[in-house]
């Protein structure tokens, strides 16, 4: 495709259950990046992947938080035992090189019940 | 720890009437400095990158300017279509994850 593609754009779950959100960036693009937006807020960083080096997870906000980057391409954010507070907006990013220049995906809506 | 700071956080304007919005940042070893635009339920679209004090880019209405301790992004004679919420974000030091600050709210009427 010609952008970032995120999938499911929207998901509605309750609290306690595990959920799946993906992302298959543009291709070409090394660097893939995860942000989550809640109402109001700006974009807060969760966790960076650039080829195949070692993913920057300095932003996962808790041990539910994992994520991964199969054949340097689609990568999967997994939330575990999901809390109301996860609730939000979860962007993916991806570019050529380093950060600055990013191509958003149109996110993945999450509400938890 | 790095900071970003966006005023005001939202903003209302006539069509026609130009304004700047302002963004703020505490940084250690600026690399770059960039604006993007959010439109409602879509991601972040990329406007400028400015990388050194004193440089100025411009797209269309938009023209966007940097010193040591911000920038601004000014917008010329705005349109109902320049509705949106523009984003500034940092890249700083040896980090590779640009530090968005809470962005600005713009609405233009007719």
């Known amino acids: 495709g010609a952008g970032v593609s995120q999938s499911p754009s929207n998901k509605v779950t309750e609290k306690g259950k595990d959920v799946e959100l993906r992302c298959d960036p543009i291709?070409?693009?090394?660097?893939l990046y995860w942000y989550r937006q809640s109402l109001g807020q700006g974009l807060e960083f969760l966790i960076y992947f650039q080829g195949n080096s070692a993913p920057d997870k300095s932003g996962l906000p808790s041990d539910r938080f994992s994520a991964e980057r199969t054949g340097g391409s689609v990568s999967t954010l997994t939330i575990q035992r999901t809390q109301q507070e996860d609730s939000a907006v979860y962007l993916c990013a991806s570019s050529v090189k380093e950060a600055g220049e990013l191509f958003f995906g149109e996110g993945s809506r999450l509400t938890v019940l | 720890e790095d900071q970003v700071t966006q005023s005001p956080e939202a903003l209302r304007l006539q069509e026609g009437e130009s304004s700047s919005l302002n963004c703020s940042y505490t940084v250690s070893g600026l690399r770059g400095l960039f604006w993007y635009r959010q439109d409602p339920g879509k991601g972040p679209e990329f406007l400028f990158t400015?990388?050194?004090a004193g440089e100025e880019k411009e797209k269309e209405r938009l023209k966007a300017t940097l010193t040591k301790k911000e920038s601004f992004l000014h917008i010329t004679a705005p349109k109902p279509e320049d509705s949106a919420t523009y984003l500034c974000?940092?890249?700083?030091?040896?980090?590779?994850?640009?530090?968005f600050g809470a962005g600005t709210r713009l609405a233009v009427h007719p």
């Open positions: 291709s070409g693009h090394t660097a």
């Open positions: 400015l990388y050194s």
């Open positions: 974000a940092v890249l700083s030091g040896g980090y590779n994850k640009l530090i």
